[in-house]
C-alpha cells in the first residue's frame, strides 16, 4: 500500500505559480508511477502529469487539460516527493489536485486515465483569483 499526502495548495494570483508537492510513503517511489490529476466545482477529474517513480519518465498532459509549456511534474527521490511546479496560473486551473499512485507494469504505456491508478491522496486546492 502507498500513502499519499498532497501539501502546497493555496491562493494564487493570475500569472502567479505554486508548486505542489505529494510526500510518498517510503521505499515505493522507484515501483510506481505516480501522477497529478484535478477536479473543478462541477466537471469531472482529470489527469494533468504522469511521471514513472524509477526513471523519472514524464507525461504533461495536452488534451482535453493542456498544460504544456506551464506544468512540469518531477520526483525527489532524497525525499520520496512527487511534485507538480505550476507556472502562468489563470483562474481555469482552480481546481482540488490529487496526487495518484499505481504499481508500475513493465513494458506498457505510461497510465494517465483515472481508473489506472489505485492509490489517491486526499487532495489539495488550489484557487486562482484576484
Do not use: H
Amino acid at each position: 500500500q502507498v500513502r499519499l499526502v498532497e501539501s502546497g495548495g493555496g491562493l494564487e494570483q493570475p500569472g502567479g505559480s505554486l508548486r505542489l508537492s505529494c510526500a510518498v510513503s517510503p521505499f515505493a517511489l522507484y515501483d510506481y508511477v505516480f501522477a497529478w490529476f484535478r477536479q473543478a466545482p462541477g466537471k469531472e477529474r482529470e489527469g494533468v502529469a504522469t511521471i514513472r517513480g524509477r526513471d523519472g519518465f514524464t507525461y504533461i498532459s495536452t488534451y482535453p487539460t493542456n498544460v504544456m509549456g506551464r506544468f512540469s511534474i518531477s520526483r525527489d527521490t532524497a525525499k520520496n516527493t512527487v511534485s507538480l511546479q505550476m507556472n502562468s496560473l489563470g483562474p481555469e486551473d482552480t481546481a482540488v489536485y490529487y496526487c495518484a499512485a499505481t504499481k508500475e507494469e513493465w513494458g506498457k504505456p505510461l497510465p494517465r486515465l483515472q481508473y489506472e491508478f489505485d492509490y489517491w491522496g486526499l487532495g489539495t486546492q488550489v484557487t486562482v483569483s484576484s
